[in-house]
Structures are given as C-alpha cells and as structure tokens.
C-alpha cells in the first residue's frame, strides 16, 4: 500500500521509529533517504533535532510505498486541491507559453497527485493524437536487396557484394512511423509507465502502447538532446509533445545511500515564481516584455572604462515612450518590510540602466500587508524616481481570464494598490 503525506513549504516532517503519515511522521530510514536529495547543490530538506524541514522546493517524491507532495505555501487557507491546481498550472504557464486565448489542459484536474496530474494531462493529448493517426515521414534507408531500389551505394556495392552479385546496395525513402516523434512519444510512455502509481493512468498508458509497437525505444538523453522542430506538417502532435517534454525535462531518480529507488518532479519554488511572472508578462505585453535584459552595469573604470557588476534585472517591460518598467519578482512575504538588499538592487536598476520610468517588487499577495504601495528613491539630484511595491494574487488563476485582467491592471500607469 502507497502511503501519502501533502506538505507545504517550509513544513516539518517528524522522525520516529514508525511511519505515521496522518500526523507527518517519517521513519528513520524515510529521513535518511530523503537527506540525500539534493537539487542545484542545495538540500531539499533542512535537517533539525528530529525533523527535516521542506525548503523553497515543491513539486512529488516518491520513496518505496510513499508519496510525499510539497505545494506552494500561499497566504490564509487555501484547499489542498485548489492548491495542487494553482502549482500545476504556474507550471504548464511558464513551461508552455499558452496564449490567452488558449490555456491548454487547464481544465480542473482531479488527480490527487501533481506528477499524476500532468501524466493525465500528456496522456489526454497522445490519445487525441493516436486516434488520428501517427505521424509518418519519409526516412532513408541505407539496405542490402534483391532487387534495385532509390540509387545504388556504388561504394558499398563493390566492397561488399564482389562474391553476391544478385544483391544490390540501395538508399531510397520510406514513408514510415519510426521517426523523432513518435520515438520521443513512446519514451514518455514508457517512462510514465515506469513512474505512475494511478491505476486509471497506468490503464490509459497500457492501452495507448501497443500503437507504438514498431517504434524502437530510444534513451532520454538522446530525446533531449535533439528538440523536435514543428511546422505545418506535424503541428498536431506539438501540444503531446511539449508536456511530454516538461514530463521528461523535470523527473529525476536517484538511489538513496540505502539503495532506494527515489524518483521526484521538483521545482525551485523563486524560479518557478520568476518564470511565471514572465510568462503571463509575455501573455499581456506581448514582445514589449524582456527576460533577463543584458547589456547594463553597475561599474565602470575610468582608465579604460571596462564596466563590472552586470546588472540583469527579471523583466523588463518597454513602455511606448521607450522606456522601461523593470520587475523583479521576490517569494517571500515580508514581516516589517522589504529587506535593505532588495531596496538597493532596485535603486541600482532605477540609477544605473537607461530610461527606467519604474521599478516593481513584485511579492506574493496577502490580505493585509502596509508595505504595499507607492514609493520614491531619495535622490539629491531632484529626480524623482519610482519604486512600485505590489502583490499578485495566484489563487486567481483558477479563474485564468480574470487573473490576466487583474495582472495587468497591477502594471497600469495608474495602477491601484492591490
């Protein structure tokens, strides 16, 4: 029996002798194993007197016979289905760039489980897929015959058929199955099928494999390594193929220092914030949002004037005066108010990048908090120059249209604390 425990960052899982997964108690064994996940050179776990503390990393783990889920921590109570729904879509949002118009598998998802939701999700589209009929394409085929097909390989024909004249070595062109798509598709597959726990997708999976039978089995490193462009002609499969991608992009697996098998879908919770933000910026300000705008310095030397200290603000949105907005997203919610260092980065992109109009903190929304609102940098120069504190509210993005109108009007030359 699969046993689930649903975290929240910065929860504590207690350690005992014996697992008790209705009070968020780990075995010994379980807090060894989870000690040694680590994700970027950093522990996904803190370790404490009798407790491991979740960090800034939500996402699913799975140990042998236990599932443990980290959602996002979000302000005042939110449902833990509601919760799992927001973090799933944060996800597909910044992964797959869907317009607004168009915000595939956004529907509300019912699995009791994130990975199992984007599972269903991959599965919903490569049946759509199949149903349609796989993708052929025409592939070269290098083959020893009987008879002459395409053109004669004259240079394998004279050095390896002197002694069998009645064979010929050919090229020519098959119109067949067995390309990159359908070969990355049976990958996910097969992987899925390696991972989910959920018996209605692990039925769903059984079911679609047979379709791909005549495609051989290709290694994920090699699936990654050569991104499938679309066009025209195989633009249907593109939608199965970027959650297919996301699926294979994010699952790591791992042996403990015991030896247990632990796979995991995780995700820096400050990165994923970041990439979010910039994606619903690209949704509602089109190309006139930059990420990670480069080419502005903090320092330059007189002698020669080589500059340092690159400065590489989050986003950047060009206004039509020609000049910009600058966001920079923090995950965080601040007790007293914003930490000193985050006032003198915003200070230094406001002074030191060109034809800033206004510098945005953009924090995860609470219901009460007096550091929101409309400020200056003191500037003996006499230049006024802005700084912008304000909250996003996620939980409207179960409400996908309204949580755009609601994020624009944040950004708005008029904008109203929210």
Request: aromatic share 12%; glycine share 4%; charged share 30%.
């Given at each position: 029996m699969i046993e689930t425990i649903v975290l929240k960052e910065y929860d504590q899982l207690h350690i005992k002798d014996k697992r008790d997964t209705v009070h968020?108690?780990?075995?010994?064994?379980?807090?060894?194993?989870?000690?040694?996940?680590?994700?970027?050179?950093?522990?996904?776990?803190?370790?404490?007197?009798?407790?491991?503390?979740?960090?800034?990393?939500v996402g699913t783990i799975s140990l042998k016979n236990l599932n443990i889920e980290i959602l996002p921590k979000l302000y005042g109570y939110v449902s833990t289905d509601d919760l799992r729904i927001v973090l799933m879509r944060m996800i597909m949002i910044s992964h797959q760039n869907p317009s607004v118009r168009e915000m595939p598998g956004m529907i509300r998802m019912k699995k009791d489980s994130l990975?199992?939701?984007?599972?269903?999700?991959?599965?919903?589209?490569?049946?759509?897929?199949?149903?349609?009929?796989?993708?052929?394409?025409?592939?070269?085929?290098?083959?020893?015959?009987?008879?002459?097909?395409?053109?004669?390989?004259?240079?394998?024909?004279?050095?390896?058929?002197?002694?069998?004249?009645?064979?010929?070595?050919?090229?020519?062109?098959?119109?067949?199955?067995?390309?990159?798509?359908?070969?990355?598709?049976?990958?996910?597959?097969?992987?899925?099928?390696?991972i989910s726990r959920d018996e209605h997708n692990r039925r769903r999976i059984k079911y679609l494999l047979p379709?791909?039978?005549?495609?051989?089995?290709?290694?994920?490193?090699?699936?990654?390594?050569?991104?499938?462009?679309?066009?025209?002609?195989?633009?249907?499969?593109?939608?199965?193929?970027?959650?297919?991608?996301?699926?294979?992009?994010?699952?790591?697996?791992?042996?403990?220092?015991?030896?247990t098998s632990i796979s995991m879908m995780l995700f820096n919770m400050n990165d994923l914030y970041e990439l979010f933000v910039y994606r619903v910026s690209r949704i509602v300000f089109g190309n006139r949002a930059i990420y990670q705008m480069r080419g502005n310095y903090l320092l330059e030397r007189d002698s020669d004037r080589k500059k340092y200290v690159n400065l590489r603000p989050d986003i950047t949105i060009k206004n039509n005066n020609g000049g910009f907005d600058i966001i920079d997203t923090k995950w965080k919610i601040p007790k007293n108010f914003v930490k000193e260092s985050?006032?003198?980065?915003?200070?230094?992109?406001?002074?030191?990048?060109?034809?800033?109009?206004?510098?945005?903190?953009?924090?995860?929304?609470?219901?009460?908090?007096?550091?929101?609102?409309?400020?200056?940098f003191i500037d003996l120069s006499g230049r006024k120059r802005a700084l912008k504190i304000r909250t996003v509210d996620l939980i409207l993005v179960l409400d996908w249209k309204k949580f755009v109108k609601e994020f624009e009007t944040i950004f708005a030359k008029e904008s109203v604390c929210l």
């Amino acid at each position: 029996m699969i046993e689930t425990i649903v975290l929240k960052e910065y929860d504590q899982l207690h350690i005992k002798d014996k697992r008790d997964t209705v009070h968020k108690v780990i075995s010994k064994e379980d807090a060894l194993d989870l000690q040694t996940i680590i994700m970027d050179d950093e522990p996904v776990f803190k370790w404490s007197y009798k407790k491991l503390i979740v960090q800034h990393w939500v996402g699913t783990i799975s140990l042998k016979n236990l599932n443990i889920e980290i959602l996002p921590k979000l302000y005042g109570y939110v449902s833990t289905d509601d919760l799992r729904i927001v973090l799933m879509r944060m996800i597909m949002i910044s992964h797959q760039n869907p317009s607004v118009r168009e915000m595939p598998g956004m529907i509300r998802m019912k699995k009791d489980s994130l990975i199992e939701m984007l599972i269903d999700t991959y599965l919903n589209l490569l049946d759509k897929y199949v149903r349609e009929g796989l993708q052929h394409s025409y592939k070269k085929i290098d083959q020893n015959i009987n008879r002459v097909k395409g053109r004669i390989l004259f240079g394998k024909q004279f050095s390896r058929n002197i002694l069998e004249p009645t064979k010929f070595w050919c090229r020519y062109s098959k119109f067949t199955e067995d390309n990159d798509i359908n070969r990355f598709m049976k990958l996910c597959l097969c992987q899925m099928n390696r991972i989910s726990r959920d018996e209605h997708n692990r039925r769903r999976i059984k079911y679609l494999l047979p379709a791909f039978d005549d495609i051989p089995t290709i290694s994920r490193e090699k699936a990654l390594a050569k991104p499938i462009i679309f066009n025209s002609t195989n633009q249907r499969a593109e939608e199965a193929y970027k959650y297919g991608l996301l699926f294979l992009n994010n699952i790591f697996s791992t042996l403990s220092a015991g030896n247990t098998s632990i796979s995991m879908m995780l995700f820096n919770m400050n990165d994923l914030y970041e990439l979010f933000v910039y994606r619903v910026s690209r949704i509602v300000f089109g190309n006139r949002a930059i990420y990670q705008m480069r080419g502005n310095y903090l320092l330059e030397r007189d002698s020669d004037r080589k500059k340092y200290v690159n400065l590489r603000p989050d986003i950047t949105i060009k206004n039509n005066n020609g000049g910009f907005d600058i966001i920079d997203t923090k995950w965080k919610i601040p007790k007293n108010f914003v930490k000193e260092s985050d006032t003198y980065q915003m200070n230094a992109y406001s002074s030191s990048i060109k034809s800033v109009d206004r510098v945005f903190l953009l924090y995860p929304y609470v219901v009460r908090n007096d550091i929101v609102g409309d400020y200056s940098f003191i500037d003996l120069s006499g230049r006024k120059r802005a700084l912008k504190i304000r909250t996003v509210d996620l939980i409207l993005v179960l409400d996908w249209k309204k949580f755009v109108k609601e994020f624009e009007t944040i950004f708005a030359k008029e904008s109203v604390c929210l």
